[in-house]
C-alpha cells in the first residue's frame, strides 16, 4: 500500500491498494506539484506506466490524459496550452514511430520559445541492441539523437537514480529564459521500478517561481539605452512576439515618449489595433505604414524588442531595420547575434528591462523631452485592402478576415495556420476592441494587463511554420482557458494534413470555430510558382466538401460561399456552445496572398515594388 498527495494544493491522494508505487507514480506527482493540468500523447507500450498514472492521479484531480490522434498533434496542443496557460505545456508519445512523430511538433515549439516537457518511451534496457520491437536506443534508432537538435535538455533515463534528478532538470531547463522544450526518454522497465517515495524530493514551484524572477540584465546597456532616449527625436518600437508579459511597460514607455509602434508579424496580437501609436505590422504579410514609420527622416532611434529579426520579422533581412539605429532587446544571445549592424544590445528578461527603463528615465531630473504625440485623426488605417468590404462571391479571404474580426468578441483568441492563413490574418485581421482604459502608476501611464495569458490575440509560428500547427494548438489553447472563444484559420492543405484532431475537440467538448479557406488548392504553392514563372505543378487539392466531412463526425457546420453567408449565422451562439464548429468557406482562389517577401527571399522573383511597398500589398 502507497499513498500520494497532491502537493500542489495540500489535497489527500487515494490509497494504491495492492499497488507498489512506481517512478511513472513519482514523475506524474511533480507534475501536478507545478500545477499540470495535461499530458498530451497517444499511448502504447513502451509508454504505458505513464498512462496508469496518469490514470491514478486524474482520480484525485491531477494531470489528465488527452489522446491526440497522431503524435505531431499532441505536441501542437501541448504548445497551444502553453502560450495560453503560462505553464509548460507536457506531450508523451511511445517508442520508435510515436517518437518521431513528436519531432516537426517539438522543433516548432523550439523555434518559437515554448516551454514544453517531451516523454518517450523505450522497450526494456535489457533488449536495447537486440533488435526489440521499435528500439529508439542509441543502438537502434536513436530517438535522444533526433532530439538533441531541438530541445533544450535531452537525455536517456538509463537508470532508476537518474528519473528524479534528469527530471527536474529538463523541467527547470525548459522553463528558464529563453524557454524551449527539454526531453526525455525513459524506458518501459525504469518507468515501473519501484520508487523511493510517494512525494517529489523537490518543491519545483519554488525553484520555478526563482527561476521566473531571476533575470539576467546588463545594467551598463540600459544605462547607454536611457541615454540614446534622452537624445532621440524620434523613436520606433517594433514589438515581436517575445513582449506578452511586458506590454504594459512597453506601452507605457511609447506613450511617454511619443514613440510610433509597429510589429512583426508574431507581436501583432499583443497590441490592441486601435491604439493611436500603432502603425501595423512590419516584415511578412506587413503593412505599408509599417514600413513608412522605419524610414522616415526624423527616426533616429529603432528598438527591437523581444524578436529574433529572422526572415519574416525583419522584411527579409532589410536594411530598413538593421541599421545603425537600431537597438536590439532580448532575453536571447542566440537573437541578438543576428543584429551585429546594431548600436546597442540590451540582453535581458524584457519586462525588467523595461521597468528599469521607466524607472529610471522618470525618477531622474533630467527626463527625456517628450516628442508629440502622432496625431491619428484623419490618418489612413494602416491596412487599407478594398477587399476587407467586397461583396463578391466567391468571398475574398480579406472580407473573411475583417469579418471574423468584426464579429467575435475581443477576448478571442485566434490561430492562424502555415501557408495563406497566416498570410492574410497577419494583413487583414483585427480585432474589434476599443477597451484603451489606462492606469497610472508613479506618474507613469501603464496599460493594465486584461488577461492573464501572454500569448496575444492573434498566434502565428515563425521561422519553422509546420502545416496543421495551429489545429492542434487551438485545442491546447482552448483547454488551458475554457473562458475564452478560439478561432482556427488553417487552409484545406493543412486541414487534410492534421485535421483529424478536430475530434478531439469533439470528445472533449472544448469550443473551437474551425474555419477552412478551403481554394482546393496548396494557395501559398500555387501563387508562388505563379509569380516565380514556374511550372504549375503539384498544388492541386481535391474538392472537398468538409461540412460533410464534419457531419460525419458529429460536428456542426456550414459552407460559406458569401459574406452575405455568415449574416445567416449566429456567431454568439456558437462560439458559447460546447464542442467545435467548422467553417468550410469557398474563398477565391485567384487572390493572391500578401507573400511577396517570401518570394524574394527565396530568390525566386525580380523586386517589381519599391521596399515599403513590396510585401505590403497582395
Known amino acids: 500500500m502507497a499513498s500520494i498527495q497532491s502537493s500542489a494544493d495540500g489535497r489527500t491522494g487515494e490509497v494504491l491498494v495492492g499497488h507498489e508505487l512506481q517512478l511513472a507514480d513519482l514523475l506524474v506527482a511533480y507534475l501536478e506539484q507545478i500545477g499540470v493540468e495535461y499530458v498530451f500523447g497517444v499511448p502504447g507500450g513502451a509508454i504505458e506506466p505513464l498512462y496508469n498514472a496518469l490514470a491514478r492521479s486524474a482520480r484525485r484531480g491531477g494531470p489528465r490524459p488527452v489522446v491526440a490522434r497522431h503524435e505531431a498533434g499532441a505536441a501542437f496542443m501541448a504548445d497551444g496550452y502553453a502560450r495560453e496557460s503560462g505553464r509548460i505545456g507536457v506531450c508523451c508519445a511511445t517508442s520508435g514511430p510515436g517518437a518521431t512523430n513528436l519531432i516537426t511538433g517539438v522543433a516548432c515549439a523550439y523555434d518559437n520559445g515554448v516551454p514544453m516537457l517531451v516523454i518517450t518511451g523505450q522497450p526494456p534496457l535489457p533488449s536495447h541492441g537486440k533488435r526489440a520491437l521499435q528500439d529508439s536506443s542509441c543502438a537502434g534508432i536513436n530517438v535522444v539523437g533526433m532530439f538533441e537538435h531541438c530541445t533544450r535538455f535531452n537525455s536517456l533515463v538509463a537508470h532508476a537514480d537518474q528519473l528524479e534528478a534528469k527530471l527536474t ?38 525553484r520555478l517561481r526563482q527561476t521566473a524572477e531571476a533575470s539576467i540584465l546588463d545594467e551598463n546597456a540600459i544605462d547607454s539605452l536611457c541615454h540614446e532616449l534622452r537624445g532621440a527625436r524620434r523613436v520606433v518600437m517594433l514589438v515581436g512576439g517575445g513582449c506578452g508579459e511586458s506590454m504594459g511597460v512597453i506601452l507605457a514607455l511609447a506613450e511617454e515618449l511619443g514613440a510610433t509602434l509597429i510589429s512583426t508579424p508574431d507581436g501583432k496580437g499583443l497590441i490592441n489595433p486601435e491604439h493611436r501609436l500603432y502603425r501595423g505590422v512590419f516584415g511578412f504579410a506587413g503593412h505599408p505604414a509599417a514600413w513608412a514609420a522605419l524610414t522616415g527622416d526624423d527616426v533616429d532611434l529603432i528598438l527591437a ?63 527625456p523631452t517628450q516628442a508629440a504625440l502622432p496625431n491619428c485623426a484623419g490618418v489612413e488605417p494602416y491596412c487599407d485592402d478594398p477587399d476587407l468590404h467586397s461583396e463578391a462571391t466567391p468571398i475574398k479571404p480579406q472580407r473573411l478576415m475583417f469579418e471574423l474580426g468584426r464579429r467575435c468578441p475581443p477576448s478571442t483568441r485566434f490561430l492562424a495556420d502555415a501557408g495563406n492563413s497566416t498570410a492574410w490574418a497577419i494583413h487583414c485581421l483585427e480585432v474589434n476592441d476599443r477597451r484603451l482604459h489606462r492606469a497610472q502608476i508613479d506618474g507613469v501611464w501603464v496599460q493594465p494587463s486584461r488577461r492573464g495569458h501572454h500569448g496575444g490575440w492573434l498566434r502565428v509560428t515563425m521561422d519553422f511554420a509546420p502545416m496543421g500547427w495551429a489545429i492542434g494548438g487551438a485545442v491546447g489553447t482552448a483547454l488551458a482557458n475554457p473562458r475564452c472563444p478560439v478561432v482556427c484559420l488553417t487552409g484545406d492543405g493543412s486541414f487534410l494534413m492534421n485535421g483529424q484532431e478536430i475530434t478531439v475537440a469533439k470528445t472533449l467538448g472544448v469550443t473551437v470555430l474551425f474555419v477552412i479557406l478551403n481554394d482546393s488548392a496548396l494557395g501559398m504553392v500555387k501563387h508562388g510558382q505563379r509569380l516565380a514563372g514556374a511550372e504549375q505543378v503539384a498544388f492541386e487539392l481535391p474538392v472537398i466538401d468538409y461540412r460533410r466531412l464534419a457531419e460525419a463526425m458529429d460536428i456542426p457546420a456550414y459552407v460559406i460561399q458569401a459574406p452575405a453567408d455568415l449574416d445567416c449565422l449566429d456567431m454568439a451562439a456558437i462560439l458559447r456552445r460546447k464542442g467545435p464548429t467548422l467553417l468550410d468557406v469557398r474563398i477565391d482562389g485567384e487572390m493572391v496572398p500578401p507573400m511577396n517577401l517570401r518570394m524574394k527571399a527565396l530568390g525566386s522573383m525580380q523586386p517589381r515594388r519599391t521596399e515599403q511597398t513590396e510585401e505590403s500589398r497582395p
Open 305 to 367: 524588442i523581444g524578436t529574433s529579426l529572422g526572415e519574416w520579422t525583419s522584411g527579409g533581412w532589410c536594411d530598413s531595420v538593421l541599421n545603425e539605429r537600431l537597438v536590439h532587446i532580448d532575453v536571447s544571445a542566440e537573437h541578438l547575434m543576428r543584429s551585429p549592424m546594431a548600436r546597442l544590445h540590451v540582453r535581458g528578461r524584457i519586462l525588467s528591462v523595461f521597468e528599469r527603463l521607466l524607472g529610471r528615465l522618470y525618477a531622474s531630473a533630467t527626463p
Open 169 to 206: 532538470s529538463a523541467i527547470m531547463q525548459a522553463c528558464q529564459e529563453p524557454r524551449a522544450p527539454s526531453h526525455l526518454s525513459i524506458p518501459v522497465d525504469i518507468l515501473r521500478a519501484p520508487a523511493p517515495r510517494a512525494e517529489p524530493s523537490f518543491d519545483l514551484r519554488l
